[in-house]
């Protein structure tokens, strides 16, 4: 007496293809669901990450913007001036005798 052992597998997939189309169909519908959750998720980290690297680039730029604004004040300033154009430039206020005064009619 031989008994044969059924093949599991191919039992298996062939009551899937007859009699239970319908599990195998959702259970499809809920992988490529699942599948697409995944996909959303990892796009969605991503664009937070550029998100927060162009908000820390902009908080740079914005400091450095500040930074150049407060050099410009400070190279700006009238007694700065004045101290660049005697020392470096020879310049000097002239005397109340050699101004001219030139009147508009």
């Given amino acids: 007496m031989s ?3 059924p093949n599991l597998a ?5 009551d899937l ?3 239970g ?3 195998l169909c959702l259970l499809l519908m809920i992988f490529a669901t699942a ?3 995944v996909f959303t998720t990892h796009h969605t980290r991503q664009a937070i990450a550029e998100k927060n690297e162009a908000m820390q680039q902009r908080d740079y730029l914005d400091n450095e913007w500040r930074n ?5 004040t400070a190279l700006s300033e009238h007694s700065r001036v004045q101290d660049v154009a005697s020392r470096e430039l020879e310049m000097k206020r002239p005397d109340a005798d050699k ?7």
């Fill in 10 to 14: 191919k039992l298996i997939v062939i």
């Fill in 3 to 5: 008994v044969s052992k």
């Fill in 68 to 72: 150049l604004i407060l050099e410009e």
């Fill in 17 to 19: 293809f007859t009699v």
């Fill in 99 to 105: 101004e001219v005064v030139i009147k508009l009619k």
């Fill in 35 to 37: 599948m697409g959750v």
């Fill in 21 to 23: 189309r319908l599990p």
